[in-house]
């Protein structure tokens, strides 16, 4: 399996059942704007680099695949995929990029959304991602690291990856990859020498 989607395979193979019991659309990031805008007056919080990292050297990315609800809130976080400048492909450790996640999540928790041209009719969730960049350094540029990570065709992303974790048995993991993204274990700073 390819290393770069390793990581969502565990976590989609939960969501993806809901998203199709639920008749959710899934749609590529940034594909959702014809349908949801920001909502006016909430500002649109971009994600810090995480200040609990002890090494922040690192440059990376994520994916974050979220649900976009009816009432214009998100929910159901999961990553994606995930990049960084200090990992070989697929060989990151466990956790590794827990960190960026959480910044993440609590970013696009606080989004908020109404639907496009002020209608309400026919307004349905949709699952879709929103793909970060984190650099300490303020003169990187970050499209170069966002692209790491960009999915192109989310619908076809999450049935490839439906697909291989059905084959492989890994349900049961999937839930755990879940929870695990959603409520990620906090990082305690190192200790203040």
């Not at 995930?82 to 960190?99: N, Q, V, Y």
């Not at 209608?119 to 960049?133: E, L, M, R, W």
């Amino acid at each position: 399996m390819n290393a770069r989607i390793a990581s969502a395979v565990f976590g989609l193979a939960m969501i993806g059942g809901s998203l199709a019991a639920d008749r959710v659309a899934i749609l590529s990031e940034g594909a959702a704007a014809s349908l949801w805008s920001p909502a006016p007056g909430v500002a649109r919080v971009l994600p810090p680099y995480p200040a609990n990292l002890a090494d922040k050297s690192e440059d990376a990315c994520v994916s974050l695949g979220y649900l976009l609800k009816e009432d214009g809130s998100t929910s159901d976080f999961a990553v994606l995929t995930s990049w960084g400048s200090k990992t070989t492909e697929g060989k990151a450790p466990a956790g590794h990029f827990d960190p960026y996640a959480q910044s993440a999540s609590a970013a696009v928790k606080e989004w908020r959304f109404v639907p496009a041209g002020g209608g309400h009719a026919n307004i349905k969730p949709i699952y879709t991602a929103a793909t970060f960049a984190f650099s300490s350094n303020p003169a990187t540029d970050l499209k170069p690291l966002r692209d790491h990570c960009v999915i192109a065709d989310l619908p076809e992303f999450i049935k490839r990856a439906q697909e291989d974790a059905y084959k492989k048995g890994n349900l049961n993991k999937g839930q755990m990859q879940r929870d695990r993204t959603q409520n990620p274990p906090m990082i305690q700073p190192p200790p203040q020498r």
